[in-house]
């Protein structure tokens, strides 16, 4: 028997994506973003409000980056959702992560999440429906410890997922199929 429940951003599971960008004066910011999600193989769509100081920073410098947050890093991937680059101007300083410039796009790299999309920015859709931030991924990189002979380890990866029933943080690890292949035991 099923039951009714609250309606909430009921998706599950939500990525818990790192949105990183250069403020005005060279810091780094980064925020919390679980409304995230592919466009395309190569564009991102990111569901955020103009009030984000990442959004004014992705408009003005027409770049970022989005990185996977992982379990080791679950405490500072939250502070990035629960503190606002419009208050707090050293938000990614007391992180104690740490950062470098892409060589391809005008915004950091966190070095410490196991996979980063580094985008350029190209346009804003606003309105009651529109998606927010749409950016074309120019250039991916992974760290070698989730890579096993040039491929991406998922399992290595240990991304979280926001469970927005609970509000709870979920490890996204064990590989329970194969895509493309476990579907064809039902084709007649």
């Given amino acids: 028997m099923r039951k009714d ?50 959004v004014q920073n992705i408009k003005a410098r027409k770049a970022f980056t989005v990185s996977i ?18 208050r707090t101007q050293k938000k990614f300083e007391n992180s104690g992560l740490t950062a470098v410039k892409s060589e391809h796009v005008d915004a950091p790299v966190i070095q410490e999440f196991p996979l980063c999309l580094e985008c350029e920015f190209i346009e804003y859709q606003e309105g009651e429906y529109g998606c927010g931030v749409i950016g074309k991924v120019v250039n991916t990189t992974a760290d070698e410890r989730v890579m096993d002979d040039d491929e991406v380890d998922i399992s290595k990866v240990d991304a979280i997922a926001f469970d927005p029933y609970t509000h709870g943080y979920y490890r996204v690890a064990e590989r329970v199929g194969e895509a493309f292949k476990d579907g064809l035991q039902l084709k007649k």
Wanted: hydrophobic content about 40%; aromatic content about 8%; proline content about 3%.
């Fill in 5 to 54: 429940i609250k309606t909430t951003e009921g998706i599950f599971p939500m990525p818990v994506l790192m949105v990183a960008t250069y403020n005005e004066d060279g810091s780094v910011n980064v925020m919390n973003a679980a409304w995230g999600t592919m466009q395309a193989r190569d564009h991102v769509a990111l569901n955020l409000t103009e009030t984000h100081k990442t």
């Fill in 69 to 86: 947050a992982d379990a080791s890093h679950v405490v500072e991937a939250d502070y990035f959702g629960v503190e606002s680059g419009n």
